[in-house]
């Protein structure tokens, strides 16, 4: 056995050894063999999915239409409940389809996963680092590999550990299938120290909850959210080129990349400005494919306190 099939199999223990996992071939083995199923088939299984979490289940039903009825006021319950039925079936898809990466070739996932990445390629030409701006989008995974595969520096990813420590190696192992440097996000300061000593690009989703008394506080839909502060001081500090960026559903299957807007010198502005841009960024691809994006999460847990007000940034 190689050792870099050996690195692959092996997990590590709670003191931070590895030891080889025989379990992990049989998981991983089982669906690469459900991975080389036609997507024709494969997403019979994402429909009956769809089906079980959306009417049978229920899955977060609650927050989502919560979510949609705060994003959306001047839609009727009707419209919301469409766009809520899609992003169940997007959300299902996206497992279906990240099963299906681990045996789709090199030329299938570019007929799958389009976009036009020369600007972002001469910008790295001239020695400057990038950060690409996004949001929680649809398929996720295709997002980490196109950039891999794409933009001619390195790529740095982070990603949230998966609990189970066999999942987890499947999962970081595919996310590096065309050069990914993965930093789990537990693990980010640390290691992103070493990295920005050379080139890189980077991308960085500051669209989830954070601790709403060490974030900014600004509107988002019309109401009080806590935004991370990190990616935009980060941006200015270092004064990367910032890339604003969508990720469209073309159909089922099918995802194409596109640039928003390319900030050429962050340092220019404050990260207070930079918040405040994405949240702009942010609204506009959610509003173009609003069933795009991930409603599940509860976007506006935390209310607004007036202990937040010294954070608030919006005039």
Request: proline share 3%; hydrophobic share 40%; charged share 20%.
């Amino acid at each position: 056995m190689s050792s870099s099939s050996i690195a692959r199999a092996t997990v590590k223990d709670v003191n931070g050894k590895q030891y080889l996992c025989p379990m992990y071939y049989l998981v991983y083995g089982s669906l690469y063999l459900i991975s080389l199923l036609p997507l024709s088939i494969l997403y019979r299984f994402s429909d009956l999915g769809y089906l079980l979490m959306y009417h049978v289940f229920g899955y977060r039903k609650k927050v989502i239409m919560d979510n949609l009825a705060t994003a959306f006021r001047e839609k009727t319950l009707s419209d919301r409940k469409k766009i809520a039925t899609q992003f169940y079936k997007n959300f299902v898809d996206t497992f279906i389809e990240t099963i299906k990466l681990l045996s789709l070739s090199d030329a299938g996932f570019d007929k799958r996963c389009t976009g036009d990445f020369s600007a972002i390629n001469e910008i790295a030409a001239q020695g400057k680092n990038i950060q690409l701006m996004g949001g929680h989008q649809f398929n996720w995974e295709f997002v980490n590999l196109v950039f891999g595969r794409r933009i001619q520096i390195p790529f740095i990813g982070v990603v949230a550990n998966v609990e189970n420590k066999i999942f987890n190696r499947i999962y970081f192992n595919f996310r590096a299938r065309y050069g990914t440097i993965l930093i789990p996000n537990t693990n980010f300061q640390r290691q992103m120290v070493e990295l920005m000593k050379k080139q890189y690009s980077i991308c960085l989703l500051a669209d989830q909850n954070t601790y709403p008394t060490k974030a900014y506080w600004l509107n988002f839909f019309g109401k009080p959210v806590p935004f991370i502060m990190g990616p935009h001081r980060s941006a200015v500090k270092n004064n990367v080129v910032l890339v604003y960026y969508t990720f469209k559903k073309v159909k089922r299957g099918h995802y194409h990349f596109e640039v928003c807007e390319i900030v050429n010198d962050a340092k220019s502005l404050t990260p207070e400005n930079l918040a405040l841009k994405y949240r702009d960024h942010l609204e506009k691809i959610i509003r173009d494919q609003p069933s795009n994006y991930l409603w599940s999460h509860r976007r506006w847990k935390h209310a607004y306190e007036d202990a937040y007000s010294k954070h608030w940034i919006e005039k």
